[in-house]
């Protein structure tokens, strides 16, 4: 086969720059308004390949999977199907081992909407003791009140944390694979026991199925044309969907994330009600340096 020049480990580093997302390329730079990048403002230290900056409104809330199970909660329940919205200004660093550092500053952005903050599900901790900034450095999540005062500090990474270092590798840019380089990354998989298949509604999809042994299974969704994972579902072992992520990107080469929903699933305690836990994001003013 014409794929035999190419060697095993050539094939593991494309898949890796490839699901990693944080590949250096030598195009130009994008935004999600489709101009020229611009500088993020922020000097690079040696140990990083790419910065960015972005402005991003992250919603979050409570539904039940079901539409019609929703008479079945409780006022409280149905009270937290009211989105808790928050806006945030992020800088971040990815540093040339893979690891990212940043800074999240919670801060009104323009377009939020406006809900009550005495109601259920809304904040219930003191205000000087709510997150106002969080700095990830060295693998350490450290949290500032309003006031800039410390009110925690872990490293293993904070939630919030977490979730913005895997914006992060979609936010960067990768490199954009020749046809025949992309489908030989498409047979590493099948090679590596993924079950490999062509979307049944979309002929640019291809599915990926990575199956554990306690017959749990991971689905990953890939756009050839984007070449980019445009959603990844997690399934337990009785084939029930646990968690979700789905990603929209503005078409270009590459692709550039815009925006993204998660959602997790559980039944509830009280009533046996199988609920999902959403959280969406939407990002804007986006900006990318790097140091090549």
């Not at 050539?10 to 308004?33: E, N, P, R, Y």
Request: with cysteine.
């Amino acid at each position: 086969m014409y794929f035999s020049k190419y060697s095993r480990r050539t094939a593991h580093l494309l898949v890796l720059a490839f699901l990693l997302g944080i590949a250096v390329s030598c195009q130009k730079d994008h935004l999600s308004g489709g101009a020229d990048s611009k500088k993020t403002g922020t000097e690079l230290p040696e140990s990083a390949a790419i910065a960015i900056s972005y402005d991003v409104i992250v919603s979050t809330f409570l539904i039940p999977e079901n539409p019609d199970d929703a008479e079945l909660l409780s006022p409280g329940e149905r009270a937290l199907a009211s989105p808790i919205v928050e806006g945030s200004r992020v800088k971040q660093f990815i540093n040339r081992d893979g690891t990212i550092d940043g800074e999240i500053q919670r801060m009104d952005l323009e377009g939020m909407p406006s809900y009550p903050e005495p109601r259920i599900g809304g904040p219930v901790m003191p205000k000087k003791y709510q997150p106002q900034r969080i700095v990830i450095e060295g693998g350490a999540s450290t949290s500032f009140n309003a006031e800039d005062e410390i009110i925690s500090h872990c490293f293993q990474g904070a939630e919030t944390a977490m979730y913005f270092q895997r914006i992060a590798d979609e936010l960067s840019e990768g490199t954009m694979l020749s046809g025949e380089e992309f489908d030989y990354m498409i047979e590493g998989f099948d090679e590596a026991g993924f079950e490999v298949s062509v979307n049944s509604q979309d002929n640019n999809i291809v599915e990926l199925v990575h199956e554990f042994e306690d017959a749990r299974r991971t689905v990953f969704y890939l756009d050839k044309v984007q070449q980019r994972i445009r959603a990844r579902a997690h399934y337990d072992a009785e084939g029930q969907l646990e968690t979700l992520s789905e990603y929209v990107f503005e078409p270009g080469e590459p692709a550039v994330l815009t925006a993204h929903r998660f959602v997790t699933f559980y039944d509830a305690p009280r009533n046996g009600v199988r609920m999902g836990v959403w959280k969406t994001a939407q990002f804007r003013n986006f900006e990318l340096e790097k140091n090549l």
